[in-house]
C-alpha cells in the first residue's frame, strides 16, 4: 500500500451510485448541508444505516459549526490534521 492508496477497510460501504430509498435519501441530505456532491467514505460508512447518519451529519454539523472555545477555523485545522495522521483524504 502506498501512501496515496486509501486504507482498507471492513466496513463495506455504500458507494453512491448503490445508493437508493433512505440511504439516498441521507446522502442527499449531507449534500445538502455540507454544499459538497461527492459523498465522502466516512458518510459512506454509515450508508447501510441511514437513520443513524442522519444522526452523525446533524451531531457533526452542531460539533462543527456553533460557537465555542475554538473558531470554526481551528476546528477545520485540528480535522485536518488528524486526517492526514490517519492517511484519510479530507
Not at 30 to 35: M, P, Q
Not at 39 to 49: A, L, Q, T
Not at 52 to 61: A, H, I, K, M, P
Request: with cysteine.
Amino acid at each position: 500500500m502506498s501512501d496515496q492508496d486509501p486504507p482498507a477497510t471492513k466496513i463495506r460501504l455504500t458507494e453512491d451510485a448503490e445508493a437508493t430509498g433512505d440511504t439516498l435519501a441521507a446522502y442527499d441530505y449531507w449534500r445538502a448541508g455540507s454544499g459538497r456532491t461527492k459523498v465522502p467514505g466516512i458518510i459512506k460508512c454509515f450508508g447501510s444505516r441511514p437513520d443513524f447518519l442522519r444522526q452523525v451529519v446533524d451531531f457533526s454539523n452542531t460539533i462543527h459549526f456553533s460557537e465555542g472555545h475554538l473558531s470554526r477555523r481551528h476546528k477545520e485545522m485540528i480535522a485536518s490534521y488528524v486526517s492526514y495522521l490517519n492517511r484519510c483524504p479530507y
